[in-house]
């Protein structure tokens, strides 16, 4: 889109990977994790987990998941086949009743050495290696003036702003606009910083990258191909099938 800087980075660099997983299927009228429905008979959390293990930038990776999932989930983990150049197996993190809180214990879980930290979605199952790996590249450069990194489409409706009566009360640019996804990167110590302020101060975000946008710090775009949807409807599942089929998977 002309106008819009989108961040094209180089070659490859090691990041931990946290994959956040304790979401529900109260939205697809399931009663289970939405990330333990069948995908072309596999669970969808398999499908994404794949993509990370076949990702040679990710050195380690770790699942927040609800507690009344840990068998499950532990399951799924344990038949998957983890490179050799895993820093240890993927670690089972126990989550929290919000994403936010959840990616926060995950922040508490990291090893030690962690420096980058990439954080994505367990319902984007169809991520791709070669988005982990551009996401992973981007955000060491990215944190070299401070900055974080997000996946992102730009928006190709025309987008309504409504209010309660269900008015409409504007239509913003399209041109500027960009439909934020995961993986999201950031550098460890300052998104930790950043969600121990939001504790202190009870703000409530639906991403990482509003965090680092309160606190004034930079976040750049990483384009996206459009097939990086997240699974939230049973339409979406049908998507996603499609898109599995077409890869041959």
């Known amino acids: 889109m002309e106008g819009i ?3 094209r980075p180089g070659g490859p660099s090691l990041v931990h990977l ?23 008979g596999r669970p969808v959390l398999a499908w994404t ?63 030690a050495d962690a420096e980058a930290v990439l954080i994505h979605d367990g319902a984007r199952c169809l991520a791709e290696p070669e988005l982990l790996e551009r996401c992973a590249t981007a955000l060491t450069q990215a944190m070299a ?28 640019e399209r041109s500027g606009l960009w439909a934020a996804q995961t993986p999201q990167g950031f550098g460890v110590a ?4 950043a969600h121990g302020r939001a504790e202190r101060e009870g703000w409530s975000v639906t991403d990482d990258a509003a965090l680092y946008e309160r606190l004034g710090l930079p976040v750049r775009v990483l ?3 459009p097939s990086n949807i997240k699974l939230t409807t049973r339409f979406d599942l049908t998507i996603a099938s499609a898109v599995l089929a077409a890869r041959g998977a």
Do not use: H, Y
């Open 5 to 7: 800087p989108v961040f």
């Open 18 to 40: 946290l994959i956040a997983a304790a979401g529900s299927g109260r939205r697809m009228g399931a009663a289970t994790n939405k990330l333990l429905l069948p995908l072309a």
């Open 49 to 111: 987990l794949d993509a990370a293990l076949a990702c040679g930038a990710i050195r380690w990776i770790g699942v927040m998941g609800r507690p009344e999932d840990e068998a499950a989930i532990g399951a799924i983990l344990a038949a998957a086949e983890p490179r050799r150049s895993l820093a240890e197996p993927v670690a089972w993190i126990v989550g929290g009743d919000t994403r936010q809180d959840s990616v926060r214990r995950g922040l508490e879980a990291l090893p």
């Open 145 to 172: 003036e401070g900055a974080g990194i997000i996946a992102a489409t730009p928006v190709t409706d025309t987008i309504k702003q409504v209010d309660g009566r269900g008015l409409i009360t504007a239509t913003p």
């Open 190 to 193: 300052q998104l930790r910083e």
């Open 223 to 225: 384009e996206a191909p």
